[in-house]
């Protein structure tokens, strides 16, 4: 498995290399700028996202499949953690504006003790998932290295940008942007 995980920076550079010869669409160079623009690095192709089957706070089982179809901003974040504490509101926010049957944040509790996580949310409930990665797995699985780490998936499961650090989501930059991956592709 170690292997593999050397392998995945050579695949992407082959890939980003490819597009030297094939150039991005204009829809993917527009959604680029519009990911800079939100404070995220978009990637010169979408990747794969791993796998992953977490548990609830409602103790429910959930798995990326299950997310399928929905544009995501998939935070990994920690109740410990200061700038993820503080930028949690505007995910909140994020959501109560963007949410709905295209879009959801998917909030991961990264190596987090399930009543810490209680306890920050009790006044706070987010109105969307959070789920716990007790043994970091999944974080090391999408090399989430720290919290905050936020991406954005398309609505195939793939990752199309990414930031690490903290940062206000519910900004018009980041709205744009959502809409924009929303929004359904020319072929």
Known sequence: ??????????????LSGLLIVFPASADGTKLARFAR???????????????????GLDGETRDKHGYRGRVVLLNFWASWCPPC????PSLQRLQQI?????????????????????????????????????????????????????????????????????QHWDSPQMQRLIRETIRPRKE
């Open 1 to 14: 498995m170690s292997g593999m995980r050397g392998l995945l920076p050579a695949l992407y550079l082959m």
């Open 37 to 55: 623009e939100a404070g995220m690095e978009a990637y010169a192709v979408p990747l794969k996202a791993p796998a992953f089957a977490l548990s």
């Open 85 to 88: 504490r503080e930028e949690f």
């Open 98 to 166: 963007m949410g709905g049957r295209d879009f959801t944040v998917l909030a991961i509790a990264v190596a987090d003790n399930e009543a810490a996580v209680m306890r920050f949310l009790e006044e706070r409930r987010p109105g969307f998932d959070v789920l716990l990665d007790n043994d970091s797995k999944t974080a090391g699985d999408y090399r989430a290295a720290g919290v905050p780490v936020t991406y954005l998936l398309d609505r195939e499961g793939r990752l199309l940008a990414g930031k690490s650090g903290a």
